[in-house]
């Protein structure tokens, strides 16, 4: 009843921007927060970015001046736009939201996508 889409992700040669997006659908409520995530094979998944339904963001010191989330309420979607890519950002790139669905207003969960692949390679 509730899925999370990513998309946008490929491969980008150091240097270059790529824009992630992350549609929430199906028996929504609100939506709490929304985060991004991403994982390295064999490390340890990190938060990368999020927002809280206030607008307010917070992001993971390694992509503070390059990276910038972005909303669109009315399209429960949120972005990701990541400039001057490093190798280093390479990585799975996942959506993460704390939702309260229509049948359970006064409680929120969490919820994941599926993820996105990001390759940053000359």
């Known amino acids: 009843q509730v899925q999370l889409v990513e998309s946008g992700g490929g491969l980008v040669q150091p240097g270059g921007s790529l824009r992630l997006s992350c549609a929430a659908s199906?028996?929504?409520?609100?939506?709490?927060?929304m985060g991004w995530y991403r994982q390295a094979p064999g490390k340890e998944r990190e938060l990368v970015a999020a927002i809280t339904s206030g607008g307010s963001t917070n992001y993971a010191d390694s992509v503070k001046g390059r990276f910038t989330m972005s909303r669109d309420k009315p399209k429960n979607t949120v972005y990701l736009q990541m400039n001057n890519l490093k190798p280093e950002d390479t990585a799975d790139y996942y959506c993460?939201?704390?939702?309260?669905?229509?049948?359970?207003?006064?409680?929120?969960?969490?919820?994941w996508g599926k993820g996105t692949l990001v390759t940053v390679s000359s």
């Open positions: 199906g028996t929504i409520w609100s939506i709490n927060a």
């Open positions: 993460n939201a704390n939702i309260r669905r229509l049948s359970a207003p006064y409680a929120a969960m969490d919820y």
